[in-house]
């Protein structure tokens, strides 16, 4: 009742089912987080079901948190992995591009660190979805209003583990150094799992998230509100992949 509308494509349908952001495909069964349900139309819930088996099955197998790898953890890998190999094939990993990752930062570490691996079409496309969604609705959680067709947002992300990404999760750090972490009440060790920064400006309708899946993929982005243009100065992020909000995640996006 308090939350009528859809808050993914706009405000523009009434919300009728509540919907996992993160998706549960990112987490053991039973392990998603307390108080990340949001409001949503059928379309936008069930249109990226695709989407989040691939990128929860990928948001798992490149978390190198050790804490992360319990039988429930390998469970919910392995039956990903069968679900993916079954109805979408395509989006399975190529193993013949794995390369382990030894260095963190000037770091050099005895071990692989993580694995990296080329990016597939398939891959890309589920990041971008769930990307896209959580913006949305970590604006709705943080903002307590809709992200509209009136906004301009991006989505993004990259792997923490990447040398030459450590600038930009610095800067998450110091400017937002917040974290609201993940959790469930019903389970005592619930790890390090889902967290993440944000910040804003009303007055512009400014809006900076970065969420962090174990230690793994980082997805972050911007939202910027009616008539506040990017500073074309700025080539990095004048070269993100903007687009309006509100945009229908679902298969049926709303034209
Ligand atoms: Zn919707």
Same mark, same amino acid.
């Given at each position: ?162 040398? &030459? ?19 469930? &009440? &019903? ?67 709303? &034209?």
């Amino acid at each position: 009742m308090e939350h009528p509308l859809c808050c993914f494509c706009g405000g523009t349908r009434p919300a009728t089912t509540l919907d996992h952001i993160p998706p549960k495909a990112c987490f053991p069964v039973g392990f998603w987080p307390d108080q990340f349900e949001f409001p949503s139309c059928s379309q936008c819930n069930n249109g990226t079901s695709r989407h989040d088996t691939i990128f929860g099955y990928y948001s798992m197998l490149l978390d190198f948190n050790e804490a992360n790898r319990t039988a429930k953890d390998r469970d919910r890998l392995l039956h990903l992995g069968e679900e993916i190999r079954k109805r979408y094939p395509e989006a399975l990993p190529d193993v013949t591009t794995l390369k382990p990752v030894y260095r963190v930062g000037r770091l050099f570490a005895p071990a692989p660190v993580a694995i990296s691996l080329a990016r597939k079409p398939t891959m890309n496309e589920a990041v971008q979805t769930i990307g896209e969604k959580l913006a949305h609705a970590l604006y709705y959680r943080e903002m307590k209003k809709i992200l509209t067709r009136n906004h301009r947002f991006f989505a993004s992300a990259y792997q923490i583990q990447d040398p &030459s990404t450590h600038t930009l999760t610095d800067y998450f750090k110091q400017q937002f150094p917040d974290l609201t972490i993940g959790a469930r &009440s &019903s389970i005592k060790s619930y790890g390090s799992r889902f967290a993440y920064r944000s910040g804003f400006k009303s007055e512009e309708d400014f809006f900076i998230f970065a969420a962090q899946f174990g230690y793994g993929l980082i997805l972050w982005g911007m939202v910027l509100g009616a008539g506040i243009e990017v500073d074309p100065s700025n080539g990095a992020l004048k070269d993100m992949r903007w687009r309006n909000g509100g945009c229908g995640l679902g298969s049926e996006a709303p &034209s």
